[in-house]
């Protein structure tokens, strides 16, 4: 029996081990029972130094209070995506976002389990790229700009109704109210952004965008609305996005993904236009026009409780909804032409179209990935095709294996084969959207990492 259970634990050991997520539990006593060798890297010690050591001899800045791992024991309730900055025992400062879990035996608890991802490169970076865009000139950062922005002109259609929510689009665009775009992935959300900040009055000022996915609540917090020098350790007086933004356009893309109590500061911020440096009792005005924008319908993000009622209905003034390319049917050929012609010249081939049986295809697939989707499979054809025609044989996978047409001619399936169809193509549309990032398309499915890693082996 010793034996059986000295095997379980060396392999319960080995499959911890193995995962690229920085792990530390404790027993009742705040002593450490299990140390993997990415939280040692993450937090600079070794493994050696902390098995067997009581949690605030490790983290001597720590105390029962400020603990994750001790608070959890005590309240016996979870933490999620909880900061926290500390010392280890050689005084290196780490800064860490933890998912923090009571382990419980036969009804008690029996030690506390923490998930650990370190953020202080994130959190360098992130500071790095905000100093990067307050010490550009303005005559660079307009002359960077125009190199890169896209117009209505951009936005290529045929479908009348999408013309017509150009057209009204660009007209809006000469307003100051705020803007809320929403959309599938891939529909062309940055692109409508860029267009209506080019037609806006505020061409001549700077358009500032920011995914507010992945981001923990800190640090979004000191990059929107800048830091004053002590606000904490390290904290030096930097300007926000909001400041740096002023006299022009911020975008915020994600937005149901911001933690609801920053929701609350950004809708201050909207009603009053002053913004708060983090640690300042200073306000700064600002004008800011704020653009928004999500990939979930609003009545879902207000359902889940992801949005905020009062700032939906603050940001909620002029509302766009874009099409996914399955309502465009006729744009699919109409765009991939324009990929060809795009990736012939990038690509230096002479491809000279699609031939019919591959086009019928490609105008009966369902497009889950919509334009973005439609333009990596051109990608992929072109970078592959050997003839003067684009054909079935140049066909990605994702395509070739899920396409619609090729379904018709098979027998009715099942629930459950429908079911795994239908999962199939909700995980390719994801890879596709994160362009091969587990990590990414794993949080777009809102599942672990390491299942989408075994669905996708599956």
Not at 143 to 169: C, E, G, I, P, W
Not at 385 to 400: G, K
């Amino acid at each position: 029996m010793n034996m059986i259970a000295n095997m379980t634990e060396e392999f319960m050991g080995a499959i911890l081990g193995s995962i690229d997520e920085a792990i530390h539990a404790v027993n009742t006593q705040g002593n450490t029972i299990y140390y993997n060798g990415v939280a040692a890297k993450h937090d600079g010690l070794e493994i050696e130094e902390v098995i067997g050591k009581h949690l605030l001899d490790i983290y001597p800045s720590l105390n029962e209070k400020t603990s994750t791992l001790l608070h959890v024991m005590k309240t016996e309730k979870p933490l999620y995506n909880k900061t926290q900055s500390f010392l280890n025992l050689h005084g290196k400062r780490i800064e860490t976002v933890n998912t923090t879990l009571p382990i419980v035996v036969n009804g008690k608890v029996a030690g506390a389990v923490e998930i650990a991802k370190d953020y202080s490169r994130l959190k360098e970076l992130a500071e790095r790229l905000v100093d990067i865009h307050g010490s550009i000139k303005p005559n660079a950062l307009k002359r960077v700009r125009q190199s890169a922005k896209y117009t209505f002109a951009d936005l290529l259609t045929k479908n009348s109704k999408f013309a017509q929510l150009k057209a009204r689009a660009e007209k809006l665009a000469k307003s100051q109210s705020p803007i809320f775009v929403f959309g599938e992935s891939g529909t062309g959300k940055e692109l409508f952004v860029h267009a209506i900040h080019h037609a806006s009055k505020r061409n001549n000022g700077p358009l500032i965008a920011q995914n507010c996915a992945a981001i923990p609540e800190s640090l979004l917090e000191s990059i929107l609305f800048g830091t004053s020098k002590g606000s904490y350790t390290g904290a030096v007086d930097r300007p926000g996005l909001f400041e740096l933004a002023d006299g022009g356009t911020l975008f915020l893309d994600e937005l149901h993904a911001m933690p609801i109590e920053l929701q609350a500061k950004l809708l201050r911020v909207l009603e009053d236009g002053a913004v708060r440096r983090v640690g300042s009792v200073n306000v700064t005005n600002v004008d800011v026009r704020v653009i928004s924008a999500m990939n979930v319908h609003p009545v879902t993000a207000l359902e889940k409780r992801q949005l905020r009622e009062d700032l939906f209905y603050r940001l909620n003034v002029l509302t766009f909804e874009l099409m996914p390319l399955r309502e465009r049917r006729e744009d699919v050929l109409f765009l991939a032409e324009t990929f060809i012609d795009h990736f012939n010249n990038l690509l230096g081939k002479q491809i000279a179209g699609i031939e019919t049986t591959a086009a019928e295809l490609l105008s009966a697939h369902s497009w889950p990935g919509n334009v973005r989707e439609l333009k990596h499979a051109i990608e992929y054809m072109m970078n592959v095709c050997e003839e003067r025609m684009l054909s079935t044989a140049d066909f990605p996978a994702m395509i070739s294996k899920g396409h619609p047409l090729k379904d018709c001619s098979q027998p009715s399936l099942s629930l459950k084969d429908k079911l795994r169809k239908y999962e199939g193509q909700l995980i390719e549309a994801a890879m596709s959207e994160s362009q091969g990032n587990i990590q990414k398309a794993a949080s777009i499915l809102g599942i672990p990492r390491q299942t989408l890693q075994y669905k996708l082996r599956k």
